[in-house]
């Protein structure tokens, strides 16, 4: 599948990432900084480890909403996207996440008990115009 890469435009081929090869490679880079900045320095401030590691702030935080850090800066505070609710890691409460997924299964299950007496009524129905 061709895309453009989030961070430098560039035209590249891959099923699921978001950027080229060579900006998955400075992101990794980063990463791997950060993670190592904070296994020395555990108490350190989002703002020390961006400055001293020369990663930008939104960079961090994406890591942090991830889940990627084991260890996250002391004063990341992350809210809930939908409620505001203060979370550790990605972007959606569980209680959030509970109702979202809630509401997602009810749907599709009412449908696939609708839909599979129509569907086999159908099937048989195109094997019946066949003969």
Do not use: W
């Amino acid at each position: 599948m061709l895309r453009n890469c989030e961070e430098c435009n560039r035209v590249f081929s891959h099923p699921t990432r978001r950027l080229c090869v060579d900006c998955f490679e400075k992101r990794q880079e980063a990463f791997n900084k950060v993670k190592d900045y904070l296994k020395e320095h555990p108490n350190a401030s989002v703002a020390q480890v961006s400055v001293d590691t020369e990663v930008e702030l939104e960079t961090i935080y994406e890591f942090i909403r991830e889940g990627r850090l084991t260890i996250i800066p002391r004063d990341v505070d992350l809210r809930c996207e939908i409620c505001d609710a203060p979370i550790s890691v990605g972007r959606v409460c569980s209680k959030c996440r509970a109702e979202l997924q809630g509401e997602k299964v009810r749907p599709v299950q009412q449908k696939r008990e609708q839909g599979s007496t129509a569907s086999r009524v159908h099937y048989l129905d195109r094997i019946r115009d066949r003969r």
